[in-house]
């Protein structure tokens, strides 16, 4: 069903317009050659997405978003916070789990890498369910040019468990450590939150005794008061960002750490309307310990015009939902709007035109613009 939703929007869309993705000895990681640094003002932008939640057919919408968001932020890492995939949809159902997870997770990272932006990822609930392991996702991740995700091994529960430094801005030092966990079915387990006292211990050790200030990144919000005091004892964490939720993103605290939840970057999975988005993080190594924060909208990137009320529609599971007439009625009023404000708008600009039909299915004009 939701192929047949998508394959005719798309052509219905098309016609209208066109008639007109335990180790016991542990070693943080340590800075690699092209490593992660803060700009010579001292900052280092984040740009957090979570739970894309699509499949190898992804909704033009949530492709746009990531595009935009990118090229408004212009980040210095971009991170993917779980549930790329949405295991449980219609179009995973005839099995193909492995192309169709390589072509879901090429869709999503493409962008990024066009852009020459290093992106980390940790990993979903729904991520693990799927006939394509996620050691193997690693290791199609891990192909594209930027890719900073690292397999830890078999010896500690999950996959994803690792950190990434930041260096000052003279290149000399550290100026932010980033930890990423995987947060499995519900939490870090016991021997997860081992590892990460053993990765802040090698990364103190390494720093001459002194604490690294650190942001920790997972899928599902950290509730085990096991994880959150190991970050107090620890000293490090002093903001911890994840998603799952799909709709909040609101923040709260505890021990003296800030947790951050992100609402999702998807359209083909329920969430909070045109308040989709991602959350944008600001550090700044003149102000070690405290973060900037805001999240980025569908509503916020894109213009309020017919034309994006139409591309939401279209493309937002569920927006098509209902009785039979009165979604007929919705569709063409919707579609007839933005046809003749797309006639309106780009009249006697052949070249406009064709930017913004090509840029309502996804393809990525931003780059001409770069």
């Keep these: 069903m939701r192929m047949k939703f998508k394959t005719i929007s798309c052509i219905f869309l098309s016609l209208v317009f066109l008639l007109g993705i335990f180790t016991p000895t542990v070693s943080a990681r340590a800075p690699q050659p092209g490593a992660l640094k803060c700009r010579e003002d001292g900052s280092f932008t984040i740009l957090q997405f979570t739970d894309t939640q699509d499949t190898h057919l992804p909704s033009p ?29 219609s179009d995973f159902k005839y099995g193909g789990h492995d192309w169709k997870s390589r072509k879901a997770l090429t869709a999503i990272i493409k962008p990024v890498v066009l852009r020459g932006i290093p992106f980390a990822v940790a990993f979903g609930n729904h991520d693990s369910l799927l006939d394509y392991s996620l050691e193997e996702q690693v290791r199609f991740l891990q192909k594209f040019p930027g890719c900073l995700v690292i397999d830890e091994g078999p010896d500690v529960s999950g996959c994803g468990n690792y950190n990434l430094p930041v260096l000052n801005s003279a290149g000399e030092g550290f100026a932010l450590n980033l930890y990423f966990l995987d947060s499995n079915q519900s939490l870090v387990l016991p021997d997860q939150i081992e590892y990460y006292r053993q990765m802040s211990d090698a990364l103190k050790t390494q720093n001459g005794g002194v604490s690294v200030p650190s942001i920790e990144f997972q899928h599902i919000v950290p509730h085990s008061d096991d994880l959150i005091d190991a970050f107090a004892e620890q000293g490090d964490v002093f903001a911890s960002f994840f998603g799952h939720n799909h709709y909040r993103s609101d923040s709260f605290t505890e021990q003296g750490i800030e947790f951050f939840f992100t609402p999702t970057a998807g359209f083909y999975e329920f969430g909070p309307d045109r308040e989709r988005g991602a959350r944008v993080i600001k550090y700044n190594e003149n102000a070690p310990r405290t973060v900037e924060t805001y999240v980025l909208t569908f509503n916020d990137l894109f213009d309020d015009n017919p034309i994006t009320d139409c591309r939401y529609m279209l493309f937002t599971i569920g927006e098509m939902d209902g009785d039979p007439w009165p979604v007929v009625v919705k569709v063409v009023t919707t579609v007839a709007k933005a046809f003749f404000y797309f006639q309106e708008a780009t009249c006697g600009r052949p070249i406009a035109a064709l930017a913004e039909l090509m840029q309502f299915f996804g393809f990525d004009i931003g780059l001409f613009n770069q």
């Design 61 to 89: 919408n949530m492709i746009s978003l990531l595009q935009k968001a990118m090229d408004e932020v212009k980040p210095d890492l971009v991170v993917f916070t779980g549930d790329q995939l949405k295991n449980y949809d």
